[in-house]
């Protein structure tokens, strides 16, 4: 059976749902891949526990349900990220997974010191591959760096992107619709309700970021384009996007509660925009789209009866995939979908870089 140490930093909705199909999926991953994964660190943005042998099933239950309750991690107050990774490996542990479920900055000089190390990195956060090139680019085809919950949720877009690179095809396009909560704005729009009840639905919902203009701004589905265009082999940056935010810029400083008030003045416009699209057969729905030259996130007209009106899709439209673009359909959010993306990255690490 093989051991294999994991550190996993956040222990939000996706940390604590990979903690949970660890301890789950257990037995089944022993017997199917002779593999055992060992929580020996699990970090939130303030604490962290440490157990060099591994947090036994019943301490991570009890962490995480602390943390779903609201409470503190437990544990001890946490040292730099780094400094972290320095601590683990001195304590002689080796060929571990560092697991980054955060929606964090600057993780970068950990994973970089982790990878010196010679452990695995698996990565739900975007970041660290949005990044400047100059800083991203040696986590895109290493073997030793997965990130399938970048894009798409835990859908299977990284390894078809790998795939399609492996066999030297050629990418013209990636695109599709990549966030949730902004698909569901868009259906609502339809329907005729004003953009501020959309709004109060999808935050009711819990379909938002606690901060909606985070969602909203467009950024967070410009970062999976990006990715995208990256893993196509095209060197760009976040500079080559042209994003549009559905929030106006005079709201970007205030407070949550005082965008959400002053939500209405989006109203009109974006029910006009809406309306005349449907007057013309099409509906606007928010899509991101890469090529070689760069991107574009915001709204985009479809035709109503299409395919794509209707879906939640990412297409790759390349040389072998010419006449019918390679489409990728399904829910693709959620944080079992999530979670289930790293795990399987944690078990392709195990298997093929540890
Ligand atoms: N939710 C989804 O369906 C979904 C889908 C695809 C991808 N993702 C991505 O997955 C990641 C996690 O999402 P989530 O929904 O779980 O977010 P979340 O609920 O906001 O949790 C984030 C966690 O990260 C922790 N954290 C923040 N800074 C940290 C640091 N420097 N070191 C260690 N931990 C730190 C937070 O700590 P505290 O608890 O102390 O605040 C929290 O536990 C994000 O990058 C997100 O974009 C999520």
């Not at 090139?133 to 390894?159: C, D, F, L, M």
């Not at 005729?192 to 709004?199: E, V």
């Not at 935010?245 to 003045?265: H, I, N, P, R, T």
């Not at 006009?272 to 996130?297: C, I, N």
Request: hydrophobic share 40%; with cysteine.
């Amino acid at each position: 059976m093989k051991e294999i140490p994991v550190i996993i930093f956040g222990v939000g909705g996706v940390g604590r749902t990979l903690v949970q199909q660890i301890i789950d999926t257990r037995a089944a991953i022993a017997q199917s891949n002779a593999l055992r994964f060992k929580v020996v660190a699990l970090v939130d943005s303030r604490q962290w526990f440490f157990v060099p042998e591994g947090l036994s099933d019943s301490e991570l239950t009890t962490a995480i349900q602390r943390k779903e309750a609201g409470q503190p991690l437990g544990g001890s107050e946490r040292p730099s990220a780094e400094k972290l990774i320095s601590m683990v490996a001195a304590a002689g542990v080796e060929n571990a997974v560092v697991v980054d479920v955060t929606a964090t900055d600057g993780m970068e000089p950990a994973i970089d010191l982790a990878l010196e190390k010679g452990y695995g990195i698996a990565l739900a956060n975007k970041k660290p591959h949005a990044g400047p090139w100059s800083s991203a680019q040696k986590y895109y085809g290493n073997p030793a760096v997965r990130h399938e919950s970048t894009v798409g949720g835990g859908e299977p877009i990284i390894a078809s992107l790998r795939y399609l690179s492996d066999i030297h095809d050629t990418f013209f396009s990636c695109e599709g619709q990549l966030s949730g909560t902004l698909g569901f704005m868009c259906r609502e729009l339809e329907k005729g309700r004003p953009f501020s009840a959309a709004l109060g639905s999808a935050m009711e919902l819990g379909y938002t970021e606690p901060d909606p203009r985070d969602d909203l701004s467009g950024e967070d589905v410009m970062r999976k384009v990006l990715i995208m265009g990256r893993m196509a082999g095209w060197q760009l940056e976040q500079s080559d996007f042209e994003v549009e935010s559905l929030y106006d810029a005079d709201l970007a400083d205030c407070s949550v509660a005082e965008f959400v008030e002053k939500a209405g003045q989006m109203d009109a416009g974006l029910a006009k925009r809406f309306a005349d699209a449907k007057a013309a057969g099409k509906v606007l729905r928010y899509v991101g789209r890469v090529t070689a030259e760069g991107g574009k996130v915001g709204l985009m007209e479809l035709d109503a009866n299409s395919p794509m009106a209707n879906l939640k899709y990412i297409q790759f439209h390349t040389k072998l995939y010419d006449a019918e673009p390679l489409m990728i359909i399904g829910a693709g959010a959620g944080l079992e979908m999530t979670a289930g993306g790293v795990l399987g990255d944690m078990i392709s690490l195990a298997r093929e870089a540890l």
